[in-house]
């Protein structure tokens, strides 16, 4: 039971995790063989109790709500019409969808409190959507997770498409951590390419501490077509956890750890908007979760939620944030790495934008453009 001023957070889960045979969990970390639906409400303790930021973990069952999070109530979703009243119950006056992937080393009760304070702090009022892919919540499944990601892509295709599909839907955010943007660009990638372009209703994409290869990201992005959502990217060169899974890489940078300050102008023509946290204190020892356990970050994503500039207006926050594509491009590019965004040259300006752009086919010395 909730406490009488406790906060709610209705959601509907959307999953490729294999149900539990544990009567206290509802999914695993393995592998389902269909998508399954839920409704969930979680209660969070009232503000007094907590801080923007934190997620009370439960110490014992049931939880306290006067200071804990807890699962107020699951409800099987068995139908597209049970769907649409869920939706239709849940929507604001805009017809707002967000649409959150985890990231890796999640379990199905890290995702819906993770995703249940993220949309409490944020202060949005859009319907939250979770997709839950199967992880199996260990530092050392790495790889398990990874092939997981890929295992549930189309399913999030699916769900992309049957949320810009509906007449009741207006306008879809799509919100990823970490392991989990790969799985959301690829998914993106996927509906550009079966529906000959992303659907215009996707209004924004926010990729958090980004775990991607940043050659594969710029050709995901290039596939994606010209009509793109606007992109926001957290990064943090302080990220350990994104430093880690570079060395398991081959060395490669993820896009989530580099510095993409030096080509913020740049971007900005691209549709692509930075926000660094390199000096953002966290919660996180290895600095990989500011996106959801910081205030300012938070409320940053909460105002972009609603429409409005990244900026906020906060001088000195939009000083970090910017729209770069350091590493994006290729070594014409990567030269001008060291200089300002201020002054950029407009060469380095005009190869992001060709490198940026879909190939034309043609042969130039011997090679064609990737």
Avoid: C
């Avoid at 592998?31 to 409400?41: P, W």
């Avoid at 709500?65 to 139908?79: H, Q």
């Avoid at 990201?217 to 994104?242: C, N, W, Y």
Wanted: glycine share 8%.
């Amino acid at each position: 039971m909730a406490a009488t001023d406790a906060n709610r957070v209705d959601m509907l889960v959307a999953t490729t995790r294999k149900p539990s045979d544990d009567p206290g969990r509802l999914y695993s970390g393995e592998r389902g063989t269909a998508i399954s639906l839920n409704s969930v409400t979680v209660s969070i303790p009232p503000d007094r109790n907590r801080k923007i930021g934190e997620v009370q973990w439960p110490s014992r069952v049931p939880p306290n709500p006067e200071k804990e999070f807890a699962v107020l109530d699951v409800g099987k979703v068995a139908s597209e019409g049970q769907a649409l009243k869920w939706f239709r119950k849940n929507r604001n006056a805009k017809r707002q969808v967000l649409i959150f992937v985890h990231g890796f080393n999640n379990t199905y009760a890290d995702a819906v409190f993770r995703f249940a304070q993220i949309v409490h702090d944020s202060g949005t009022d859009a319907a939250p959507i979770l997709f839950a892919w199967p992880s199996r919540a260990r530092v050392f499944d790495y790889l398990y997770d990874k092939e997981s990601a890929n295992y549930s892509r189309r399913a999030l295709e699916d769900l992309i498409l049957q949320a810009t599909r509906s007449p009741d839907v207006d306008d879809v955010t799509i919100l990823a951590h970490s392991m989990g943007t790969w799985l959301a660009a690829e998914a993106l990638r996927g509906v550009a390419m079966r529906e000959k372009a992303i659907p215009a209703k996707i209004k924004n994409v926010v990729l958090a501490s980004p775990d991607i290869d940043i050659d594969v990201f710029r050709r995901q992005f290039l596939e994606m077509g010209a009509k793109r959502p606007h992109f926001a990217i957290v990064t943090s060169t302080r990220d350990k956890a994104l430093g880690a899974s570079r060395w398991l890489s081959g060395g490669v940078e993820r896009i989530g750890g580099a510095d993409l300050r030096p080509y913020a102008a740049a971007l900005e023509e691209l549709g692509v908007s930075v926000i660094d946290t390199s000096a953002i204190a966290s919660n996180d020892p290895l600095g990989h979760n500011a996106f959801a356990d910081s205030p300012e970050i938070v409320r940053l994503l909460g105002r972009r939620l609603a429409g409005q500039s990244l900026s906020g207006g906060d001088a000195t926050f939009a000083d970090r944030a910017g729209v770069a594509a350091a590493n994006f491009a290729g070594s014409a590019a990567r030269v001008a790495v060291a200089g300002p965004a201020s002054v950029i040259s407009g060469e380095a300006r005009e190869v992001l934008k060709r490198e940026l752009s879909p190939s034309t086919g043609e042969i130039v010395d011997g090679q064609i453009s990737y």
